[in-house]
């Protein structure tokens, strides 16, 4: 392993480490998600180092790897892009710290660049896209990640007996995600509109804006497909706050 490296990351998570030193939890395009000790960043002297380590922030530092310690140190960098509005509208903060546990959930997805990259990207149109498209680039980049991990539903036909579901039409679909034809279905399950059906179908390059009902039928269905897979923390007024296009 190469024990000092410099590339850019996004710190995730912070936590006290003594009384003068911060553990960062940071994602990396090449390491994934590492570890880092800041030494001093609390100290009277730490000012030029809590920049580095802003959640969600892009930054670009240099680590080195203790073995001894066996433990990453973030000695120096550069904050490349701060998230100045997170903290004045919450849908935009509830939206990153969701992000936040999904790369924590998913093991940075495996640890890659394109990974890192969708994760830069989000978090940049969070800070910088109008409030009104926030929740299309939430549910848009979920829909993204699902297609990198290549775990997208297949929305054109029944999971169970490959029957063809018609265009423009409604379907029901299990807790996964999966499309159940009436033939196949066995009790009462969620239905995802045509419209809604469409928008997934076309990658969301049609949609300007969402109707507040398209957005949360979207939600509910992309959110049920992450919570089969993953520990998502996701309460209802959380998720509202962030389909919210007025904050």
């Given at each position: 392993?190469?024990?000092?490296?410099?590339?850019?990351?996004?710190?995730?998570?912070?936590?006290?480490?003594?009384?003068?030193?911060?553990?960062?939890?940071?994602?990396?395009?090449?390491?994934?998600?590492i570890r880092t000790a800041v030494f001093g960043v609390k100290g009277k002297k730490g000012g030029s180092k809590?920049?580095?380590?802003?959640?969600?922030?892009?930054?670009?530092?240099?680590?080195?790897?203790?073995?001894v310690k066996?433990?990453?140190?973030?000695?120096?960098g550069e904050c490349l892009e701060s998230r100045d509005t997170?903290?004045?509208?919450?849908?935009?903060?509830?939206?990153?710290l969701f992000w936040a546990d999904l790369i924590i959930q998913s093991h940075a997805g495996g640890g890659s660049r394109e990974?890192?990259?969708?994760?830069?990207d989000y978090f940049r149109a969070l800070?910088?896209?109008?409030?009104?498209?926030?929740?299309?680039?939430?549910?848009?980049?979920?829909?993204?990640?699902?297609?990198?991990?290549?775990?997208?539903?297949?929305?054109s036909a029944c999971s169970r007996c490959g029957r063809k579901a018609p265009d423009t039409r409604a379907v029901c679909y299990s807790?996964?995600?999966?499309?159940?034809?009436?033939d196949c279905r066995m009790h009462s399950l969620p239905v995802l509109s045509g419209p809604a059906r469409d928008l997934l179908l076309d990658n969301f390059q049609k949609a300007a804006e969402l109707s507040a009902g398209t957005a949360q039928e979207l939600a509910s269905y992309l959110l049920s497909i992450l919570k089969?897979?993953?520990?998502i923390r996701m309460d209802e007024n959380s998720l509202k706050i962030i389909l919210k296009t007025d904050l």
């Open positions: 392993m190469n024990r000092h490296i410099k590339e850019n990351y996004i710190p995730l998570k912070t936590s006290d480490l003594g009384e003068n030193h911060k553990l960062v939890l940071v994602l990396t395009p090449e390491q994934g998600l809590r920049v580095l380590i802003q959640p969600f922030s892009l930054c670009r530092g240099d680590f080195y790897y203790d073995p066996k433990l990453w140190r973030l000695d120096e997170y903290h004045q509208h919450l849908n935009r903060y509830y939206g990153a990974f890192f990259q969708i994760s830069a800070d910088t896209e109008e409030s009104s498209r926030i929740p299309l680039i939430f549910l848009k980049t979920i829909w993204i990640y699902l297609g990198f991990e290549g775990i997208r539903p297949d929305l807790p996964e995600g999966q499309v159940i034809c009436s089969s897979l993953f520990r």
